[in-house]
T-cell receptor
């Protein structure tokens, strides 16, 4: 979404539980999506990406699900650890277009409780 | 590979002074670099798009005379905050874009924390 400037919602998770972070996008023409993780005081880090010809992609402890019908993206983190505490953003860069710029949605803060 | 650095990582300055922040792509060439600003507990807001050898394109509401951007080479872009004031205190993040295997990919720097007293 384009909720730039809004304060971040927070997801509190018990260590060891699974986390699910959701993201809605508006551009039905988007064909590529990225999830970023931003730890406090650092720049965004690439976590995982998915192309629109897929509905699921798995990485190490992370899974991204894409539902193009409702324009919804989710990031699932398995067995959440204290190091997963961060803000998570989804982004939809138009990687085939030189003129496009990558903007971030509102993001979700994940707090892992010991 | 694909590392982006920023310098300084943090800076404290007095109100009215100017501050320059550097963004470098260390192991690739970036025809386009982007500057973002992030206030506490908020998302990254795109300030401007910088293309090597041409003028930067600023987002609506961003003063081009206050935030001077120079992209003189394919590996360096600078952001100068002129006559900084306390409300300019923020976390400034750059990113550099390159083309890999025909697709455009963007890599982020670690950010620069600016505090204006």
């Amino acid at each position: 979404g384009e909720s730039v400037g809004l304060h971040l919602p927070t997801l509190s998770v018990q260590e060891g539980d699974n986390s699910i972070i959701n993201c809605a996008y508006s551009n039905s023409a988007s064909d590529y999506f990225i999830w970023y993780k931003q730890e406090s005081g650092k720049g965004p880090q690439f976590i995982i990406d998915i192309r629109s010809n897929m509905d699921k992609r798995q990485g190490q402890r992370v899974t991204v699900l894409l539902n193009k019908t409702v324009k919804h993206l989710s990031l699932q983190i398995a067995a959440t650890q204290p190091g997963d505490s961060a803000v998570y953003f989804c982004a939809e860069p138009q990687i085939k277009a030189a003129g496009n710029k990558l903007t971030f949605g509102g993001g979700t803060r994940v707090l892992v409780k010991p | 590979g694909a590392v982006v650095s920023q310098h300084p990582s943090w800076v404290i300055c007095k109100s009215g002074t100017s501050v320059k922040i550097e963004c470098r792509s260390l192991d690739f060439q970036a025809t386009t670099m982007f500057w973002y600003r992030q206030f506490p507990k908020q998302s990254l807001m795109l300030m401007a798009t910088s293309n090597e050898g041409s003028k930067a394109t600023y987002e609506q509401g961003v003063e081009k005379d206050k935030f001077l951007i120079n992209h003189a080479s394919l590996t360096l872009s600078t952001l100068t905050v002129t006559s900084a004031h306390p409300e300019d205190s923020s976390f400034y993040i750059c990113s550099a874009r390159t083309r890999l295997a025909g697709l455009y990919e963007q890599f982020f720097g670690p950010g620069t924390r600016l505090t204006v007293l």
